[in-house]
């Protein structure tokens, strides 16, 4: 009899958490990490030529401040000057992800708080892939997602 009932609270709390997450609006694709995805712009009067943006798997990073350890993960999207760069940086990817982590080192953890800093972040995030880029170029780095964790131990 125990076991019927913990049968049956276990499938009645499932179906309310799927019912308060549909509810909510959280689909089964916000849950799952993200992969390269390339979207190319539609071109307009303002542009030159289209640009190819490249969305970059999750960097995830921790970050000392003397005090607390703090897990940083950040989202990326760049903008590519051609689609064949796109290639160069899914086989540079190891690389670029630890380019991401140093850089995410060498700012203070109170400098990654605070939102003027951004720009700079990603100045310095564009300067470092173009460097290992030999041909093409990144234009634009975009910061789509930024979740900065204090860890506990």
């Known amino acids: ?3 019927r009932f913990s049968i049956v609270l276990l499938l009645s709390i499932s179906g309310i958490l799927v019912l308060v997450g549909y509810l909510a609006g959280v689909s089964y ?7 390269f995805s390339l979207q190319t712009a539609t071109p ?4 030159v030529q289209p640009g190819v943006t490249l ?4 960097v995830v990073a921790p970050v000392d401040d003397g005090q607390r350890y703090y897990q940083v993960q950040v989202n990326l999207s760049l903008e590519l000057d051609r689609s064949g760069t796109a290639g160069l940086i899914k086989a540079r990817h190891d690389t670029i992800d630890r380019k991401v982590m140093e850089i995410l080192h060498s700012y203070a953890a109170s400098d990654l708080r605070t939102a003027g800093q951004l720009p700079a972040l990603r100045a310095d995030i564009q300067r470092a892939i173009n460097k290992l880029l030999p041909e093409g170029q990144v234009r634009n780095v975009y910061i789509t997602n930024w979740l900065m964790i204090p860890v506990s131990y």
């Open 44 to 47: 307009d009067s303002s542009e």
């Open 1 to 3: 009899m125990t076991t």
């Open 55 to 58: 969305n970059l798997p999750p």
């Open 29 to 35: 694709t916000d849950l799952m990490p993200r992969t």
